[in-house]
């Protein structure tokens, strides 16, 4: 697990003209969106300036299913992230059966959907933990990243999150 950047060269054969990564230590996750933030401005910062002058498009793919629920007015994270491999089923039994019995009522038999690690899942089962604030919607990890990345331009304002934290 880790964060990786290639940038391109548009040419008709698209070349390779920087990379980067770094992995998180060895047996970690990364729970924390604020740590997938920093960790893209960081690669972002580290392009030479010749490259970085010369870029006119950014693409961003974020781990599929890993989600995050942030406040839509502000932008604050207001449930910790839920990775791709976090099951409602094992993680909240309970619940994660009545979310998947909500689901079945529209999802057909044997659906991804209904699977403890889908997207639909996380949501659902966060909704039923505690309702949905009215400004309170889920993103996953690529439109977190996205959102940061329009939001939060200036290199000072890297420092601080896009998306603060709330207690």
């Known amino acids: 697990s880790g964060v990786r950047l290639v940038v391109l060269e548009a040419s008709e ?10 992995r998180w230590p060895h047996s970690q996750t990364v729970q924390d969106a ?23 498009r950014v693409a961003i793919s974020g781990t ?7 406040n839509k007015a502000n932008g604050a994270i207001t449930r910790n992230p839920r990775l791709y491999n976090w099951d409602a089923l094992r993680e909240i039994p309970e619940t994660g059966r009545k979310a998947q019995c909500l689901i079945a009522d529209y999802a057909p038999a044997k659906h991804v ?9 996380k949501v659902v ?8 604030h009215r400004d309170e919607v889920m993103l996953h990890q690529a439109d977190f990243l996205s959102a940061c990345l329009i939001h939060d331009t200036s290199t000072a304002k890297r420092e601080q999150s896009c998306f603060p934290r709330v207690s």
């Open 34 to 56: 604020e740590e997938w933030r920093l960790a893209m401005f960081r690669l972002l910062d580290d392009i030479p300036p010749a490259i970085r002058s010369r870029m006119a």
């Open 113 to 121: 959907t209904l699977s403890g690690t889908s997207s639909l899942m």
């Open 13 to 22: 054969t698209p070349t390779c003209v920087h990379q980067a990564s770094f």
């Open 125 to 132: 089962s966060w909704h039923l933990e505690e309702a949905f």
């Open 64 to 70: 599929s299913a890993s989600c995050v629920v942030v």
